[in-house]
């Protein structure tokens, strides 16, 4: 009767579900990257019909509709893109930030170019946005390592630059305990909490460091507190546990991040990736100087090795889908003027450059971009003297200060965004890039007319062309 034939629906439903291609699509970059406002941005425009000329689907006016469905994955968190768009566009806020994994399923609709297409896919594509802290991929490495190697490494690096000062107190203390004693729990939360001070302090303003591992220290996700996130590195002393010792505490929970923790992430999420886009915020570190810069280039390197499926990949056999593309792209161009933009791409180049070389040969195809998910700011140019400046205009934040001016939140300024160097390699050397670059936080745009001239959606730059490497492909 009628529960035969909703039987048969669902049945139905499921099998032309299966055949809508379905495609997945990291988004990651260390934290404040702008993943947030990227994802928020994407999903914007194509769901309000926003200027994307360099999206060939758009461009060949075969873009239908865009719509968001539930995902598929149930036990992942929804990525809150209402609330997101809600403080983006009403209040002219920026969102809140990544701070764990997060899914979205957006639906898109277009007309197939070829009969093929249109046979093959129904001209529905469903296009899963997975976003996740690149703090989570620096532990890739973790897996090769033992806790006395992972103890070593780590305790060297403490030691190093100016990381050596931030580490000074989680040095003495880890100097003080003996591994061999007793396991103590509050001293192994205590060495813990100091051990994310530390990475904590290496992450602020001033340094803006990137290799911080481990990962889940500075972005715990739902563990925090846990026991496999409470343990920190300690000097080399017996080279076996004592049974009961605090080393070998330490010893069982470092394996229990490793397999409780960064394993499933990389079996449930990264494996199961189609595309991958990785922000990065390379003026941050610039202006931090080039011990930033260098950290930088070796996270992204440790961040590179993570897509790679091939042969000496601590994920072989692992991997249910392979990525074929990677776009590295340098996020608030809009903070630069448009001359400086190929300036930028040719820093974010050499950069993932020297990560390339690092990480060994990836069998993604990989490509670099400078862009704006939103466009905060628009140029213009100012007189002095006989001198034209370019300067960019915005609304800074409330509460910025330029030049001993306080801003209210409510008023524009012209802000001189200064020069990036010409030759990519000066970024490694010390200079006065950061005191000539300034750096303002403006608040979101208001919406602009799209390109059927009625909706309005958020102005970008170069998000289109984002799109289109990463997903263009698809609408063949
Ligand atoms: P996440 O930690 O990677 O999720 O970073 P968010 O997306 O939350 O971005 C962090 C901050 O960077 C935001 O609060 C903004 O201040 C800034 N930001 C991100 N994307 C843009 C952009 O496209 N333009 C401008 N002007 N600022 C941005």
Redesign the pocket.
Known sequence: GDEALIALDTIADRASGLLVPNMRLGVT?L????????ITALVHNLIHGGRLPLFEPVHSKRLARAYLEPQPDDGVPRFGYESHVRDLVEKRD??D??RAISELRLTVEYEAASGWGRLLSGGKLHIDIVDYPGEWLLDLPLLGKSYREFSDDALELARTGSRAGLAAEYLELAGSVDPDADADEPLAERLADTYKAYLQACRNESLALSTLPPGRFLMPGDLDGSPALTFAPLPAEPDSARPGSMLAMMERRYDSYKTLVVKPFFRHHVTRLDRQIV?IDAMHAMNAGPEAVRDLERALADIMLCFRPGSGSLLTGLWKRTIDRVLVAA??A??LHHEDHPKMEAIVRRLVQGAIDRAGVTGAQVETLAL?????TREATVKEGSDRLPVIVGTPVEGERIDGVTFDGETETAVFPGDLPGNPEEIFRESDLAENHRFV??RPPRLETGDNGATLSLPHIRLDKALQFLIGDRFA
């Open positions: 970059g934290s404040r990257a702008g993943k947030t406002v990227f920026w969102p930030s990544t922000l996020t608030k809009d903070h704006a998910a939103v466009r905060a936080r403006f």
